[in-house]
């Protein structure tokens, strides 16, 4: 998900924009027996692809980006709260270390059927409560898929549960 997003944003190199590096003695990747470990990757790449300026560290900007690519968009008081909470230098900073752990709390504790429901959502544009054929093509055309419609009505009949033939409904 995030690899692709990665080599379409190159990193800022310009010396003038880079901050303080910043090297913490315990800077270490947490592992967390909760999540995967391409959860893991995940966390460590939308770090890397959001800390723009390169200085090892989210500002309030890049956090939001970052939580939001994970998939939680948090309100600002929300994102402020976490940097005052875990900024170690009083700079409005919240380093990799921190937000490994903050992050992999976070999808540890989400709900499998929240997070099915949510994936359905970005399906059904309509909300319909069901996912259309005209759903699927949408998908696939904006994810850059070349589905004949055969394929994409093979995926609606293998999960019909209406069997209306037409459509795919959340239950």
Known sequence: ????????HPQATNSHNKKKQRN????????????????????KEAFELFD???DSALD???????????????????VLRLLK???????GLMVFEDFNKVMS??????????????????FDDDNTGKISLRN???VARELGENID?????????????DEDGESILFV
């Open 52 to 54: 723009t300026d390169q």
């Open 24 to 43: 913490y003695p315990n800077q270490s990747v947490q592992q967390s027996p909760q999540i995967s470990d391409e959860q893991r990757h995940e966390i």
């Open 60 to 78: 309030y900007h890049e956090l939001k980006n970052a939580m939001r690519a994970l998939g939680f968009d948090e309100k600002k008081a929300d």
């Open 105 to 122: 709390e976070r999808i540890a504790a989400r709900s499998p059927l929240e997070e099915i429901r949510r994936a359905f959502e970005l």
């Open 149 to 161: 419609d055969e394929e994409l009505k093979a995926m609606l009949d293998e999960f019909d549960l």
């Open 1 to 8: 998900m995030l690899n692709e997003s990665v080599s379409a």
């Open 136 to 138: 699927l093509r949408r």
């Open 85 to 91: 909470e875990y900024d170690r230098n009083n700079e």
